[in-house]
């Protein structure tokens, strides 16, 4: 059985950051076991055999990129990264650039911490975890201007605006 989860569609990267969030049961994480390793590659559509060694491979994954969006650290990014890296060849039809992974398990979770260098390089600016205080999601803004701070306009844009008019309505002097 899948676990329901919200804001799916992100970039890989922040995909696999949303894998932890929080709702009315409280803070929940998809990535406990198994089950919700295959239902992450499955949303993702990526392959592999699920395996414990995989989890914690992804979960490794998950805290390097986590550090170093908030701008902690790349040192345990950058140690992800060590276990591939991108092959280029020259084919028939063309040039190629394909995952080249020394063990499948960490497959991934390197394609998780590349699709971070590729975000970082083309709009570091635009990775942003949501605005509102009780959410951990993270998106990446695609709006025009940039200005995007909720990762639902839905859920926490609206809990925001909600919040703000009953708080006009209940201390109009303030």
């Known amino acids: 059985m899948s676990v ?7 970039p890989l990267a922040l995909d696999l950051l949303n894998t932890r969030w929080i709702d009315a049961q409280g803070p929940r994480d998809l990535l406990t076991d198994i089950t919700g390793l295959r239902q992450w590659l499955a ?3 990526l392959t592999g055999e699920a395996s414990e060694t995989m989890l914690h491979a992804v979960v490794i994954a998950r805290e390097a990129i986590l550090r170093t969006v908030r701008g902690e650290s790349a040192d345990e990014l950058n140690g ?5 890296r991108i092959r280029r060849t ?3 039809d063309g040039p190629v650039a394909e995952p080249d992974v ?6 991934p979770a390197w394609l998780a911490a590349d699709n971070l260098l590729d975000l970082l390089t083309a709009t570091p600016d635009r990775i942003k975890q949501c605005a509102h205080p009780n959410c951990v999601l993270w998106f990446h803004d695609t709006s025009k201007n940039g200005a995007r701070r909720w990762h639902s306009m839905a859920t926490c844009g609206n809990r925001a605006k909600a919040t703000r008019h009953y708080a006009k309505k209940t201390h109009p002097d303030e």
């Open 80 to 84: 992800v990264l060590e276990h591939g």
């Open 90 to 92: 020259l084919t028939p």
């Open 102 to 107: 020394r063990q499948a398990e960490w497959l």
């Open 4 to 10: 329901p989860r919200p804001h799916l569609g992100e």
């Open 43 to 45: 949303e993702n559509t």
